[in-house]
């Protein structure tokens, strides 16, 4: 009998490359990426490989590219914008080439749900001449994890697996099958791994070679399907085909289907026997027409008059992602069915709920629903951070510059603690940026701990180099949170247990030649205040770092209490803090389950109401 | 056998470790299963809702718009929030306990308890409230308010599992440590909705 497990699909990917024998893992979390790498993480002991969370993307496709020049198969996953930053070692890995498999697992968001925006790392791949596998589900993002090392070593290129948060974060019954051998290791020195003008020409030519033998690969792909049905067809890339499929049921259709699984280098064969065979093709993927531009370039170059509709006609959005939903009304509207308007009602929120009493005129409208934006947690040490820069500075107007991680919620109100957001590392830079034209205001960065090594330490020196005036304050939850709790470089503790070593970030900072840095526990609001006011006051470079470990990793012992007695219901703990756990209670404020007994609340009551309960 | 369950509720309430133990519980049965969850920044006690898939033909994870047989509710607004998911005739069981956001509590947004009700009353034939978080009180901690919901979900006569699977697959999908408050809190949930 066939072993299956409940399995997401990251847990599914990371499966796939034990079963395929991965000696080398290296990761920076990103959302929804992450579980690839803890997963891997979990297992390098039993199975016996290499698994380390790297400081940033850059570095982790490095370790990766190095252990696959030895002749190791290696894996490497982040989010999509973590391909970004490392985009450098990419572009020339692919000239340069591997010898031991070398798999990038790289999840897209398309929505999007926790990510900055909404690139489609097809796209890259096709920048960078890498093929890449498409999943639509966990079991087959786990057997395209084992094709992609094959490919890669068949190819000799690093090779691209692109799930999106609906194959990530989706689990499924996953088949479990045997480990495989390992690649024998032993880097072999030789003029080719050393890239230079004249072996890029040559590494070029033989780069864009190798694209049309993957295209021969993928021709052969069990994972790209044809089913020839009528003369009007539809491609589905990913996920899409799913919708697509489930979309055709509900509207009990029946049309041509290719499935794609390969979207670059798109397979030709299937494509132009659908082609040949249809009047019409409509092309559904999510975020970039990848897939259609190539079909489209394929028709032309085949002599074929075929419509080819889809994103260039606008019938499949490029933002956002698909569901049936939406699939189904882009069917009925491309077949010229009828009752399109009833379902694209269904998708408004404000309207009646279309399944209960769809063809009832006496339905109640959905009432007014309360904002459930996400915040930062009862207790979050950041909230005490903001509160006291916000009390130091903001009066003067000071800009807050912002970075990625949970302390991004900042921005929500009512802490509004927040002016910028970009990218990794930049609100150090941004500030540095707008301090140099901003020379009587104050300009304040704040970045998570591991941001803090991931980019932020480069724009710090940067910013020492530069006589920039300007606070960095690191908030140090001592986790990289919003991911899932990894460790980094400022911890006792690697992706695969505990580690002598520490890197302390104020002893970086000194050393950086940062004048003035401050540590202090965010939670004593009385210490916190002192430091903000002297890193405000500091002309030049000040780092405040305000230590204090997430809630979510602590155990709760304690408890807030309101004395209702004393309590004058001037709100000031709710309006000033958007604590979860402050609530109201009729003209007072009450403390709900959720409390962790900060007692950042307590500091702040003008009339002392509010104390602390052991648990 | 196809079954579609929503589970809505906020983040930090437990609503992925309910649709993996329901999806547990299915794979034990032996029936091809899907699941998909809010995991990322919507965590943070934003608007959260899982989506569980039992049974061939099985496509994608996202439960298409009224199609859900049932919407199990972990937040009373929420419920609402979500009832476009249900299928007519559906079935809904729902927490009765409100989590107020911040937006209420700072006066930027309005919680409007009864009127939420009333519409859920109404536009519902199969309705089910019970106050899970008060259960999950009096079972020792009220972060079970998943579990009395799955206890209360497990008395459904349409599930394609029994009662005592759902219950075995969330005792070894939890640390030993859990395992008496949340049986607790099961048998609490069940004790709540059985007629």
């Not at chain 1, 992602?321 to 077949?335: A, G, M, P, Q, T």
């Not at chain 2, 956001?101 to 009333?118: C, F, H, L, N």
């Amino acid at each position: 009998m066939t072993r299956k497990m409940l399995l997401m699909g990251n847990e599914a990917i990371a499966r796939g490359a034990v079963e395929a024998g991965v000696q080398v893992a290296a990761a920076y979390p990103g959302t929804p990426s992450s579980e690839v790498f803890s997963t891997l993480a979990r297992f390098a002991e039993e199975y016996d490989y290499y698994a380390e969370w790297s400081v940033n993307e850059k570095v982790a496709l490095e370790v990766a590219a190095g252990a696959a020049y030895a002749g190791a198969r290696a894996i490497v996953s982040m989010k999509q914008v973590g391909l970004n930053v490392a985009a450098d070692p990419l572009m020339t890995l692919a000239y340069i080439g591997v010898k031991g498999g070398l798999v990038l697992v790289v999840a897209d968001d398309p929505g999007p749900h926790s990510s900055q925006n909404e690139q489609d790392t097809r796209v890259f791949a096709g920048l960078a001449k890498l093929p890449v596998f498409d999943p639509a589900s966990p079991q087959e993002a786990k057997d395209m994890t084992i094709a992609a090392f094959e490919l890669s070593e068949r190819l000799n290129l690093p090779v691209f697996i692109r799930p999106t948060t609906r194959t990530c974060h989706v689990c499924q019954d996953v088949v479990i099958n045997e480990t495989g051998l390992r690649n024998s290791i032993g880097f072999k020195k030789d003029p080719s791994w050393v890239i230079f003008p004249s072996l890029a020409y040559k590494k070029h030519k033989w780069l864009n070679e190798q694209q049309e033998a993957a295209r021969e690969i993928f021709n052969e792909s069990p994972f790209n399907k044809l089913e020839l049905k009528t003369r009007a067809g539809i491609i589905a890339s990913g996920v899409a085909y799913n919708y697509v499929k489930e979309a055709l049921d509900m509207l009990d259709m029946e049309v041509s289907v290719l499935k794609i699984g390969t979207p670059y280098p798109l397979p030709d064969k299937q494509v132009l026997q659908l082609l040949k065979n249809t009047d019409r093709v409509l092309v559904i993927e999510e975020l970039e027409p990848v897939v259609e531009d190539q079909v489209i370039a394929m028709a032309w170059k085949n002599g074929i008059a075929a419509g080819i509709s889809g994103k260039n006609d606008t019938f499949v959005p490029r933002e956002g992602e698909l569901n049936v939903d939406k699939v189904r009304d882009i069917l009925v509207r491309y077949f010229g069915l009828a009752g399109s308007e009833a379902s694209q009602a269904a998708d408004d929120e404000s309207q009646a709920a279309p399944g209960v009493n769809r063809n009832s005129d006496s339905t109640p409208e959905k009432p007014v629903l309360p904002e459930r934006a996400p915040i930062l947690c009862a207790g979050c040490p950041h909230r005490a951070s903001f509160y006291i820069f916000k009390e130091t500075a903001r009066k003067d107007d000071a800009v807050f510059t912002g970075d990625i991680g949970c302390y991004t919620l900042g921005v929500m109100p009512p802490l509004s603690a927040m002016d910028t957001c970009l990218c990794m590392g930049a609100s150090v830079t941004i500030a540095s940026g707008m301090a140099a034209v901003e020379k009587d205001r104050k300009h304040i960065a704040f970045l998570g701990d591991s941001t803090f090594f991931h980019t932020g330490l480069a724009g710090l020196i940067n910013a020492v180099y530069n006589n920039s005036d300007i606070t960095l304050v690191v908030l140090d939850n001592r986790t990289t949170a919003m991911t899932g709790h990894q460790p980094h470089p400022g911890l006792n503790r690697t992706a695969t247990g505990m580690n002598e070593k520490h890197i302390d970030i104020a002893g970086v900072a000194r050393a950086v030649g940062v004048e003035l840095v401050r540590e202090v526990d965010p939670y004593d609001l009385e210490a916190a205040r002192e430091a903000a006011i002297a890193a405000v006051a500091h002309k030049g470079v000040s780092v405040v770092i305000m230590k204090r470990e997430c809630i979510a990793i602590v155990k709760t012992v304690k408890k807030c209490t309101v004395d209702t007695e004393k309590c004058i219901g001037c709100k000031k703990c709710m309006n000033d803090l958007g604590c979860p756990a402050l609530v109201p209670d009729g003209d007072k404020v009450a403390i709900g389950n959720t409390c962790n007994g900060c007692n950042v609340c307590g500091q702040i009551c003008p009339v002392g109401a509010i104390g602390e309960v052991v648990l | 056998m196809r079954m579609d369950i929503v589970i809505a509720g906020v983040g930090g309430q437990g609503t992925v470790l309910a649709s993996r133990v329901i999806a547990q519980a299915a794979l034990d049965a032996g029936l091809a299963v899907r699941t998909s969850e809010t995991i990322g920044m919507a965590q943070r006690e934003g608007t959260v809702t899982s989506h569980v898939r039992i049974g061939e033909p099985l496509y994608g994870a996202l439960i298409p718009d009224g199609s859900a047989d049932v919407l199990l509710g972990f937040e009373m607004a929420e419920t609402a929030r979500w009832l476009h998911k249900l299928k007519p005739g559906g079935t809904v069981l729902a927490n009765s306990a409100r989590i107020i956001p911040v937006s209420v509590a700072s006066g930027r947004s309005k919680y409007e308890a009864d009127t939420i009700m009333e519409y859920l009353r109404s536009t519902t034939d199969s309705l089910t409230m019970l106050d899970a978080t008060e259960l999950a009180i009096k079972a020792g901690n009220y972060r079970a308010t998943n579990t009395v919901l799955l206890g209360a979900m497990s008395t459904l006569p349409c599930l394609p599992f029994k009662s005592k699977g759902l219950l075995s697959a969330l005792l070894e999908t939890i640390p030993a440590k859990l395992r008496d408050i949340n049986s607790r809190a099961f048998e609490l949930g069940r004790q709540a909705v059985e007629v």
